[in-house]
């Protein structure tokens, strides 16, 4: 079974601050990563992801991906309250086109 | 571009009764997602279809959900006897064919059973 790992949070921030959300995922095979935020009441929707190991920015964003240790993150730069939802992280195996998706970060940016 | 459709938006239905949701893929996306979102946790996959292929079925509860894609277009999840366990949101989303796995979802339907 495919696992996809996040802490629930909440993590709580200053605004302006750095917020990083960390994800853990146990098949080595994996090969495509994506971030969705989620605020509350609300769908998915999707920010980034990344396929190659390294960092991917946009804008006040950036996805760090480590295939080694098999994790990937996603940095918040400058937070703001406006931040404030549950990150979800998703991740694609290869071979399978199942995507399969982490519980989610809960994070707040607090004014 | 128009987003994903999805319909109805809320539903309340008693135990045992039968239930149906639509969903409209964005114009063009071969892959459509039916998700359950239980309160708290991450969307757990419940089907999805490359066209109108069914590419895995693993985590849907056959023996009361059912789901179909006919003419590869726009989609309907139907649960008949619903239980008080199936209350959640129900999301669909669709990407577009090839390499691509990007998600875009819908509105959901948000679903209580009494």
């Known amino acids: 079974q495919k696992e996809v790992e996040q802490n629930s949070g909440p993590l709580s921030v200053p605004e302006g601050a750095i917020a990083s959300l960390n994800c853990t995922y146990s098949?080595?095979?994996?090969?495509?990563f994506f971030w969705y935020r989620q605020y509350s009441g609300k769908s998915p929707e999707l920010i980034m992801f990344?396929?190659?190991?390294g960092d991917k920015e946009d804008g006040r964003f950036t996805a760090q991906l480590n295939k080694a240790s098999q994790y990937v993150s996603l940095l918040i730069r400058d937070s703001q309250p406006s931040d404030s939802a549950t990150y979800l992280c998703?991740?694609?195996?290869?071979?399978?086109?199942?995507?399969?998706f982490g519980t989610g970060t809960k994070l707040q940016v607090i004014p | 571009e128009a987003g994903v459709a999805q319909s109805p938006r809320y539903k309340i239905i008693e135990k045992r009764q039968s239930v149906a949701f639509w969903c409209n893929p964005i114009?063009?996306?071969?892959?459509l997602y039916w998700y359950q979102q239980i309160l708290g946790q991450g969307p757990k996959l419940l089907i999805q279809?490359?066209?109108?292929?069914?590419?895995?079925d693993s985590q849907l509860p056959k023996d009361r959900f059912s789901a179909e894609r006919l003419k590869g277009v726009d989609s309907t999840l139907k649960i008949q006897p619903a239980k008080l366990e199936d209350s959640a949101v129900y999301l669909c989303?669709?990407?577009?064919?090839?390499?691509?796995?990007?998600?875009?979802f819908g509105p959901g339907t948000r679903l209580t059973v009494t």
């Open positions: 998703a991740v694609k195996s290869y071979g399978y086109q199942k995507v399969t």
């Open positions: 098949d080595r095979g994996s090969q495509s």
């Open positions: 114009s063009g996306h071969a892959t």
């Open positions: 990344i396929y190659s190991n």
């Open positions: 989303a669709s990407s577009s064919s090839g390499t691509s796995y990007e998600q875009y």
């Open positions: 279809f490359q066209n109108n292929g069914v590419v895995d």
